[in-house]
């Protein structure tokens, strides 16, 4: 039994799409495994060398167009339209598995794999294809400003604003598949508990921040996540319940 909750802020990282066949950061055999974090995730590295970043993103591009969600995303679709609160998914993930899975609400806070943003002039646009310093801003016209639309270490996350009114907000506040390093997602859970919401994290082993959730549920996110939203499910009136 728990409570009926209001306002619920999911945050995933990577984990939640290790089932869907995609690399996470920090496993041994991690996205980052034949390269080194400086040269292709930070804003010094895009500037020092934009085509070796840009080969790096351009070769993942394809591999994230093609995956599919699994049940941990396709559950959270399955709250969202059964379960009477509003439902957030703040997600560190640049994939696009939470759109793909039919998810509301989603604040890509460290940016989408599919867009591409003009250091120049801040326009945004969409593609699955390939980008070099060579191409033009469909806006501005300035050639070799484009970057992927991902926010690098050193650079300031998106939906800031968004977010911090969600955790202000928020009375139950899940964490999933997320090692916990990365900051400023990392102290979020902080934030939430701070003002006064339950605290979960789903994932297969203890994280970094871990004393500052009220619950753990260790296993794969495919798994867990379903039965936990089943459980939540299940705590919610029924319209004869409702109207007694
Ligand atoms: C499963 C599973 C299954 C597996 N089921 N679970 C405060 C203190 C210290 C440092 C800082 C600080 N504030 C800022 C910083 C600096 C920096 C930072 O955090 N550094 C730390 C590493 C120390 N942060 C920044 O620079 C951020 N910007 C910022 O703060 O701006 C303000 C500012 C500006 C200028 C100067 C100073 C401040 C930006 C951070 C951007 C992160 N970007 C990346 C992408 C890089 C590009 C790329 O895609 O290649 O985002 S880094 C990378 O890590 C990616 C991820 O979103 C992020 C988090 O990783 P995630 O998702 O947690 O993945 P993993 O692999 O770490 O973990 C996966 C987990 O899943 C594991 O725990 C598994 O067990 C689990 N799992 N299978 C359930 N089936």
Redesign the pocket.
């Known amino acids: 039994m728990t409570r009926l909750y209001k306002n619920i802020v999911i945050l ?5 799409s ?2 869907s066949g995609l690399a ?4 041994s055999n ?3 495994n034949n390269h080194r ?1 400086e040269d ?2 930070t804003i010094e590295a895009y500037w020092r060398n934009p085509d070796y970043v840009h080969q ?2 351009n070769e ?1 591009r394809p591999e994230l167009y093609n995956a599919k969600p699994n049940p ?1 995303h396709l559950c959270i679709t399955e709250l969202q339209k059964k379960y009477p609160a509003h439902i957030a998914v703040v997600t ?3 994939d696009t598995l939470h759109e793909k899975a039919g998810n509301q609400n989603v604040f890509h806070i ?2 989408q ?1 599919n867009q591409i943003v003009c250091m120049n002039c801040g326009h945004v646009f969409e593609t699955w294809g390939d980008v070099s310093s060579e191409d033009k801003c469909e806006h501005c016209g300035t050639t070799g400003m484009l970057k992927p639309n ?8 998106l939906y800031m604003d968004q977010v911090d009114r969600l955790l202000n907000s928020c009375d139950l506040f899940v964490s ?12 979020f859970v902080q934030f939430a508990k701070m003002f006064g919401a339950d605290t979960y994290e ?4 203890e ?1 970094s921040n871990n004393s500052l959730f009220d619950k753990h549920i260790y ?4 798994t ?1 996540l379903p039965q936990f939203v089943q459980q939540l499910l299940a705590d919610v009136p029924t319209k004869e319940e409702m109207s007694k």
């Open positions: 995933t990282g990577a984990g939640i290790a089932e996470t950061f920090r496993s991690g996205l980052w974090v292709v995730a790096f993103y993942m941990a560190q993930n640049v460290h940016g794999i991902i926010v690098f270490f050193g650079e300031s996350l999933v598949g997320t090692s916990g390093v990365v900051y400023p997602a990392a102290g789903f994932n297969m082993e994280t296993g794969p996110a495919g867990t």
